[in-house]
């Protein structure tokens, strides 16, 4: 994106006095990180925890500290502190850094990178990942028509988290379905009701 470009959309947002801040963002790169290669995660780069992703984005992103063999430690706090999980680690672009005015800490603006491996431990001082081992996850999908505007759309959420109480695969089904029924309805929130058929797939441990 053009740095001019930029600077006159900005020009133009602001004359509006509309409270956008632009960054010149696309989203992730095949190669994920810059500094590394695809799929890999050396220390000092953004390392997130994918808790689903698709229709409906759940994860976090902080700093990987130490890298040994396979095994990825990063952020240096826990995440939800529930000891061993299962989620996505994924590279991770940033865009950019924002002040925290308040002073609690600044934070930043990224766009999730390339599958890098496996999140197995959330402990206290920090998570842990395997890199190059594929994360599991549970496919949602779900088939949303809106007859009176004749409009139609198959939506898919893969769930890696799956009996956390908020992100079980009932919560991450429900807010995928909202998702997609928005995405059809085009009107946000709003008074109606629909017909919803669920059909779920699976196999038994015997």
């Known amino acids: 994106v053009s740095p001019r470009w930029m600077d006159d959309l900005q020009a133009a947002v602001a004359a509006r006095g509309l409270p956008f801040t632009l960054y010149p963002a696309t989203g992730s790169s095949p190669g994920g990180s810059d500094t590394g290669s695809p799929g890999v995660i050396l220390p000092g780069e953004s390392m997130s925890a994918v808790l ?13 500290t130490y890298c040994d063999g396979s095994t990825v430690i990063g952020w240096g706090h826990p995440f939800f502190w529930t000891g061993a999980v299962t989620m996505s680690m994924n590279e991770a672009d940033v865009l950019t850094v924002i002040e925290d005015a308040t002073g609690f800490g600044n934070f930043k603006v990224h766009t999730l990178g390339e599958p890098a491996g496996l999140i197995d431990f959330d ?11 594929p994360a599991p996850s549970v496919p949602i999908t779900s088939a949303v028509e809106f007859a009176e505007y004749g409009t139609s759309r198959r939506g898919r959420t893969d769930a890696y988290v799956t009996d956390d109480p908020f992100f079980s695969l009932g919560w991450t089904a429900a807010s995928h379905l909202v998702t997609n029924l928005d995405y059809v309805r085009g009107t946000g929130l709003s008074p109606g009701s629909s017909s919803v058929e669920w059909l779920v797939e699976g196999t038994r441990a015997d």
């Open 52 to 64: 689903s992703e698709g229709d409906n984005f759940a994860y976090g992103t902080g700093t990987a």
């Open 123 to 133: 402990g206290t001082a920090a998570i842990r990942g395997i890199a190059g081992q």
